[in-house]
T-cell receptor, first 111, second 114 residues
Framework: GQNIDQPTEMTATEGAIVQINCTYQ??????LFWYQQHAGEAPTFLSY????GLEEKGRFSSFLSRSKGYSYLPLKELQMKDSASYLC????????????FGTGTQLKVEL | DGGITQSPKYLFRKEGQNVTLSCEQN?????MYWYRQDPGQGLRLIYY???????QKGDIAEGYSVSREKKESFPLTVTSAQKNPTAFYLC?????????????FGAGTRLSVL
């Protein structure tokens, strides 16, 4: 089975740095994805990891440790528009390119 | 512009009625997916299709049906057997190349029961 845990909510100040964490337990693992979702809108792809370490992709990087079942999404120089839900998703082994999603972390950026 | 189009944006269902949600993509992706999103829960996979004329049940397929007659289209029917259909429905597509493939999402259809 699959189990993915993320904090429900986080609050941070504009210009600050935050780290959104995701832990997972899975019977099969191909990789881990991060998506951003503004309220009522489609999730948009941010980053993914297959191997351990930091994957740098413009403003959105992501880190993975497969041995610890742990990933994080560091967000730097926060802007008001970064207020959104951040979804962690694990790609399941076994074909079909299927994803299992966590419940998401709602980030609120304040002045 | 390439993308995934879902329609309608809002849909209302009466008791005992079947409704169909449309999903069209012009990204030339082989795979398409339907998810349901409820408040406080992660996206849950309803059905997916890797190739035309073939599809598989996801984690919560009961009360739903799909078809994949064309590569570009993957409509979802919410049948009267689905007793709790109120949710935000998201369609996604991805290539099916070697390695990890990114899923891209449409804007969603919000279904409510009258």
């Amino acid at each position: 089975g699959q189990n993915i845990d993320q904090p429900t909510e986080m609050t941070a100040t504009e210009g600050a740095i935050v780290q959104i964490n995701c832990t997972y337990q899975t019977s099969g693992f191909n990789g881990l994805f991060w998506y951003q979702q503004h309220a009522g809108e489609a999730p948009t792809f941010l980053s993914y990891n297959v191997l351990d370490g930091l994957e740098e992709k413009g403003r959105f990087s992501s880190f993975l440790s497969r041995s610890k079942g742990y990933s994080y999404l560091p967000l730097k120089e926060l802007q008001m528009k970064d207020s959104a839900s951040y979804l962690c998703a694990v790609s399941r082994a076994g074909g079909g390119n299927k994803l299992t999603f966590g419940t998401g972390t709602q980030l609120k950026v304040e002045l | 512009d390439g993308g995934i189009t879902q329609s309608p944006k809002y849909l209302f269902r009466k008791e005992g009625q079947n409704v169909t949600l449309s999903c069209e993509q012009n990204l030339n992706h082989d795979a398409m997916y339907w998810y349901r999103q409820d408040p406080g829960q992660g996206l849950r996979l309803i059905y997916y299709s890797q190739i035309v004329n073939d599809f598989q049940k996801g984690d919560i397929a009961e009360g739903y049906s799909v078809s994949r007659e064309k590569k570009e289209s993957f409509p979802l029917t919410v049948t009267s057997a689905q007793k709790n259909p109120t949710a935000f429905y998201l369609c996604a597509s991805s290539p099916m190349e070697g390695g990890l493939n990114i899923q891209y999402f449409g804007a969603g259809t919000r279904l409510s029961v009258l």
